[in-house]
């Protein structure tokens, strides 16, 4: 049991797709964040949200949509996405904001876009 | 900006050998930490150990140790005794200690292959 819980673990979907990523975790932090890896690049940060108000979007393109709904759970919207946007979506909490550093990771969820 | 890099895309070793991963920061601050984080092919990433620059006590977690030089911005990761499960894509990071940007900046990484 990871305690950061993502589902799906992997995911298919055409550029006119509307779709939705699930983060949900079991720790009790209040930071929680969305990753972007990709391959042979560092990992990107794209949104951070800190006690459920989101606190920085790095820049992000408005085809992918947050949502943090409470402190435990964290979706990423996704509607008209393009081929380069396939990668792995790790999400990750802390017990604050970067929380020292630590952050407590998903298994990710592998997009492919078509 | 900070940069982190880390020059070795795979290394191997074998089983119940040391092996050392490197990497180096870019940074103007004197305070700061410093992280490996491992991703096995369950492609959860893993914090493996955290060093704070104001320490000059190298970080040991168990078989895994750091060789910080801070002068160097250099910040190596041994495993001693690799072991099987040792397997994986592992991660350096580099964090602030604080200010506005505090945010996690990792390397590309390194693929390390443990051989039986």
Known sequence: ETGVT??????????????????EQHLGHNAMYWYKQSAKKPLELMFVYNFKEQTENNS??????????NSSHL?????????????????????????????????????SVL | ??????????MSVQEAETVTLSCTYDTSESDYYLFWYKQPP?????????????KQQNATENRFSVNFQKAAKSFSLKISDS????????FCA??????????????????????P
């Open chain 1, 75 to 111: 979706f990423l919207h996704l509607h008209t996405l393009q081929p380069e946007d396939s990668a792995l979506y790790l999400c990750a909490s802390s017990p604050e904001d970067y929380g020292g550093g630590k952050l407590f990771f998903g298994s990710g969820t592998q997009l």
């Open chain 2, 42 to 54: 369950s492609r959860q990433m893993i914090l493996v150990i955290r060093q704070e620059a104001y």
């Open chain 2, 83 to 90: 072991q099987l499960g040792d397997a994986a894509m592992y």
């Open chain 1, 6 to 23: 993502q589902t799906p673990r992997h995911l298919v979907m055409g550029m006119t797709n509307k779709k939705s990523l699930k983060c």
């Open chain 1, 60 to 69: 992000v393109p408005s085809r992918f949509s947050p949502e943090c709904p």
């Open chain 2, 1 to 10: 900006a900070q940069t982190v890099t880390q020059s070795q895309p795979e």
């Open chain 2, 94 to 115: 580099y964090r602030n200690s604080g200010g506005s940007n505090y945010k996690l900046t990792f390397g590309k990484g390194t693929l390390l292959t443990v051989n």
